[in-house]
């Protein structure tokens, strides 16, 4: 049994593993039951963006919903290793050779400590230990800002402007970044990470996220 293993089935016995969109228990080392993957609407897709190549595992909506916010707001475990797991079925999918390091989007540091957690954080301890890939915290959101998704585009960006700072450029020089995000709607903020991580002199930066709002203009880019 692995160390990952063994966690899980620590954690199984005194939180029961849970299907992420029904609920339903479910066997100590599955992520979703048998039903709801069935009827899950996977992509993973990737599409140009920035200088490398933006991952998704499903589009943003009612049922991947469910999932994001209960990750967020509820620190659901589940939820969290759902995700996990089907961005590591994603980027194996589409890597011969996997990203040097993971770097997760940010929260703000006061937030982070009203909530207990970061999910992003979370998300990507998980991945790690799926992946072997290592979780590098090089970015921190230096302000506060305002709530996105009422916002457009324009507004997103002005508002994220120079809310990040690269806190550890030396352990991303040369590096393949991964940036790891649970949802991208306008991708305003995977755009002010990657300007953050520039200064780095890293070799490469790709994004993955979890799931995505897709418009229709976005259709005839998937798969690039």
């Known amino acids: 049994m692995t160390k990952y293993e063994l966690k899980r089935t620590l954690l199984d016995v005194f939180f029961p593993n849970r299907c992420p969109v029904c609920n339903k228990v479910i066997g100590r080392m599955d ?3 048998k039903e709801c993957g069935e009827e899950f609407e996977y992509s993973y897709t990737a599409q140009k ?4 190549r933006l991952l998704c595992v499903c589009r943003y909506d009612d049922k991947s919903s469910r999932i994001v916010l ?9 939820k969290l290793s759902f995700m996990a797991y089907t961005l590591m079925k994603c ?5 011969d050779t996997l990203p040097d390091v993971l770097v997760p989007v940010p929260m703000y540091s006061s937030d982070k400590r009203k909530k207990g ?3 992003t954080e979370k998300i990507c301890a998980e991945l790690s230990e ?3 890939i290592p979780v590098v915290k090089a970015v921190e959101k230096i302000r506060r800002t305002k709530e996105q998704k009422s916002l457009k585009r324009k507004d997103r960006l002005d508002n994220l402007k120079g809310s990040f700072a690269l806190s550890d ?8 970044i991964l940036v790891v995000d649970d949802v991208s709607t306008t ?4 755009e002010e990470v990657f300007r953050t991580l520039l200064p780095s002199e890293c070799d490469a930066v790709d994004f993955a996220v979890f799931a995505r709002t897709v418009n229709k203009n976005d259709k005839n880019k998937e798969n690039a």
Do not use: P
């Not at 209960?70 to 589940?78: E, F, I, L, V």
């Not at 980027?91 to 890597?95: F, S």
């Not at 450029?169 to 393949?176: D, F, N, P, T, V």
């Not at 991708?187 to 995977?190: C, H, I, K, R, V």
């Open 91 to 95: 980027i194996t999918q589409h890597y």
């Open 70 to 78: 209960g990750a967020k707001r509820n620190r659901d475990g589940s």
């Open 130 to 132: 799926l992946t072997g």
């Open 117 to 119: 957690y970061s999910h």
């Open 187 to 190: 991708g305003a903020t995977l």
């Open 49 to 52: 963006f920035c200088t490398g």
């Open 169 to 176: 450029a030396k352990a991303l020089s040369g590096k393949h």
């Open 31 to 33: 992520y979703i039951c």
